[in-house]
């Protein structure tokens, strides 16, 4: 017996990927509250309610896999490095299913959330805080984009996406309409190659860069040359640490193409504050800090954004996975000042600063896809935005 178990601590990578692409982590949808709409309007009718959140019912064969997955301590065929970090991996979707399981538990939600994604230092704190009263010189933002002359509907964001796709050679990237995202909203779904949004989406040219930038320049690109390296979990979402790189980097290109505007920075500034002063506060109490920098919709969403997962807003509680953004944003921007050459190396994959020694060592292959501002010029200009 104990040779049977000795021998089950071992897994090729062959068998630890189909294990691993048999888990089902749908958080962001699970943490959608189902009665949001109706919680909200409550909310604005009122000087006094607080929302109170229900949220869908999780079913899935998680732990079954995850229970097989924890006894793995070695992946046998593959370099040690990585091989850690599949078994690192393991440990990360372990608590990502816990999160995700959470979800109504105001006390859960904020102890893993805090323990997963941390919580601002004081001095993320105070730079959210500068940049809240407008101390933003040293990020050289582009103008606000003003009222938009034109807005694109749904059929004509369509074909900007498939030419967009066409001209970086993503094959069977497609757009799709889901119900689950909000109006204006884009998310990417890896795997099934999928960019969705809502059919009811209306985006100006500068939005509409702006999402692509965002999404497939980084998103797409990452993930698909990850998936192209030979380890499949380094094209999808895996350690806490690549998140910042992530959503940093994402925010860096936006900036990069001169689509980062002052007012999108302070959102993301206004995250981190939200999540610092906001764990022993209500959901009104918190939206009515922010509204002292806010438009009443814009500081609601914010709130929101820090609020979801919990089920009594009115109780203590905080999620706070939206600090990768701005905390993300300022590591990248430190870095690639430091050493501009990293940029490449982090399109290898879905990786942290620290695996981009893997790309220099040969481990990792270079990327095949690299944005630049010429090939975004060249693109948009193709597509006609």
Known sequence: MAIFEKKKKKMTLKEVTALLEQLR????????????????????????YEPYFKYRIVKNNNAEILDKLS??????????????????????????????????????????????????????????????????????????????????????????????????????????????????GIKVGVKRKQVLVNEKIEKSKFRLRKSIVHEVGTHVLRSVNGINSGFTALGNANLEAYLDVE?????????????????????????????????????????????????KYAA???????????ADTAKPGIYTKDIVYFRGYRRVLKK?????????????GKIDFKQCNWVREGLLPKAGIVPTKEMWSRVFKKVGI
Do not use: C
Not at 138 to 154: D, I, P, Q, T, W
Not at 302 to 308: P, Q
Not at 336 to 348: I, T, V
């Open 71 to 184: 006894k793995v301590e070695v992946i046998s065929d593959v370099d040690p490095r990585i091989s850690k970090f599949y078994t690192d991996l393991v440990a990360s979707k372990k608590e990502a299913n816990a999160l995700m399981h959470a979800v109504g538990n105001n006390q859960k939600v904020t102890e893993i959330s805090k323990e997963r994604f941390g919580m601002p230092s004081e001095i993320l704190f105070r730079n959210s805080a500068r940049v809240l009263r407008g101390v933003v010189k040293n990020y050289h933002l582009a103008k606000n984009e003003g009222k938009a002359k034109e807005l694109l509907g749904y059929k004509e964001i369509v074909r900007v996406f498939d030419g967009v796709f066409e001209e970086l050679g993503l094959d069977g990237w497609e757009v799709y309409r889901s119900i689950n995202i909000p109006k204006n």
């Open 247 to 295: 959503e940093g980097l994402a925010t860096w290109n936006e900036n990069e193409m001169g689509l980062l505007t002052e007012s999108g920075l302070k959102k993301k500034a206004a995250l981190v504050y939200a999540i610092k002063i906001g764990e022993d506060l209500s959901f009104r109490q918190l939206y009515n800090v922010l509204l002292g920098f806010f438009p």
């Open 25 to 48: 982590l749908p958080t962001a949808l699970v943490f959608t509250p189902l009665n949001l709409q109706a919680e909200k309007k409550k909310f604005f009718s009122s000087d006094t």
């Open 336 to 348: 690639l000042e430091s050493d501009k050459s990293l940029y490449s190396l982090l399109y290898s």
């Open 300 to 310: 609601f969403d914010l709130t929101y954004r820090v609020k979801r997962g919990l």
